[in-house]
């Protein structure tokens, strides 16, 4: 049984940073993909970032890129959201994802390509 437990999340002012994680157990895949997600009050969640779990190759919503960092312990039993710079529009509950087919490699920052999720760790960022 597939199981991601995300933790970090919090509330700081913009400008800080935070790290996120995502313990993953069960999930003996190789070659997919795991992922960032977010959830604003109000909005449809949307994808941050995501990894290839072989080659570690990564990807990012330009809402992001150049801000946050995705990446994995050797291991790939934990999944990692290295945030800074943080906005109030970075204001979401975040939940980490993993793939069970190789679809994510074309489509990482969809939903529809990721079957496990964790619950979700918020973060709120104050101006």
């Known amino acids: 049984r597939v199981e991601l437990v995300e933790s970090g999340g919090g509330s700081v002012q913009a400008g800080e940073s935070l790290r996120l994680s995502c313990a993953v157990s069960?999930?003996?895949?190789?070659?997919?993909?795991m992922a960032w997600f977010r959830q604003a009050p109000g909005k449809d969640r949307e994808g941050v970032a995501y990894?290839?779990?072989?080659?570690?190759?990564?990807f990012y919503d330009n809402s992001v890129k150049g801000r946050f960092t995705i990446s994995q312990n050797d291991a790939k039993t934990t999944l990692y959201l290295e945030m800074s710079d943080l906005k109030p529009e970075d204001t979401a509950m975040y939940s980490c994802?993993?793939?069970?087919?190789?679809?994510?490699?074309?489509?990482?920052?969809?939903?529809?390509?990721?079957?496990?999720w964790g619950q979700g760790t918020q973060v709120t960022v104050s101006p």
């Open positions: 990894i290839h779990t072989d080659d570690a190759n990564t």
């Open positions: 069960g999930y003996t895949y190789t070659g997919y993909c």
């Open positions: 994802a993993a793939a069970a087919s190789r679809g994510c490699r074309l489509r990482g920052l969809a939903e529809y390509s990721y079957q496990y």
